[in-house]
């Protein structure tokens, strides 16, 4: 499995005692899978994403990521993991407005300090021909639509060649239409590029591009029957 949280629990100060966000939480996802985590707000599913970006150290269990064992790292050694291995997509595209398409993707290169198998550029190109945005290459954000920022906000968490994709309520500005369009690029670019891909959403007519959906309810995840819950 390219992710792993094992046997989770994470809890936050609550006055005199705790609230715990996650309960014993245990999710494995495969190299070219997508899991997608449905569930109300403040059931837990922001707390997951945080532990599996490396971003919250949980109170108890472990976070695999493409093997490498995330829960034990100090602080310099999990911005490298995640610089490296994780692309995080994130609720607002939040591109820098004086750059274009490009130079949004070129940018996470540069960041990171990392030689891109095939040239930044040509690596950038690539990414935005994939996400169908190739012709808008030299555009800057307030000349993309809606649909289109967030294609580039894809792109972009996909530069670095991830081992793990985390994304973050992508449709949540979108319309329908384009919120499917969304859903549908995400799931081909998993298979296409091996990510292992987890995808909060809480757009459930389109749960049928997942390969696997689960359920959080306060802190605890379990796998639902798609038919059930999805319109």
Do not use: C, W
């Not at 569930?39 to 472990?62: I, N």
């Amino acid at each position: 499995m390219t992710l792993l949280l094992d046997d989770i629990t994470l809890t936050y100060p609550d006055g005199d005692g705790r609230l715990t966000a996650l309960d014993r939480v245990s999710l494995e996802v495969p190299a070219g899978g997508l899991t997608a985590v449905v569930g109300p707000s403040g059931s837990g599913k922001s707390s997951l994403l945080a532990v599996a970006a490396t971003l919250v150290t949980p109170d108890s269990g472990r976070v695999l990521v493409g093997g490498v064992a995330a829960t034990g790292l100090g602080r310099a050694d999990a911005a490298a993991l995640r610089r490296e291995a994780i692309g995080i997509v994130f609720q607002q595209p939040n591109l820098l407005p004086s750059l274009t398409a490009l130079e949004q993707l070129e940018v996470m290169a540069h960041l990171g300090g990392r030689r891109v198998r095939g040239g930044v550029r040509a690596r950038a190109g690539e990414l935005l021909d994939a996400v169908g945005l190739g012709a808008q290459a030299h555009r800057r954000p307030h000349q993309l639509s809606g649909g289109q920022r967030q294609r580039v906000n894809i792109a972009r968490a996909l530069m670095n060649e991830p081992k793990v994709l985390l994304v973050d309520e992508p449709t949540s500005a979108l319309d329908h239409e384009r919120g499917a369009v969304v859903l549908e690029l995400l799931a081909r670019l998993t298979r296409a590029r091996g990510t292992a891909t987890v995808l909060v959403t809480h757009d459930r007519g389109h749960l049928g591009v997942a390969d696997r959906v689960v359920e959080m309810v306060d802190g605890h995840l379990g796998s639902v029957d798609t038919r059930t819950i999805a319109g």
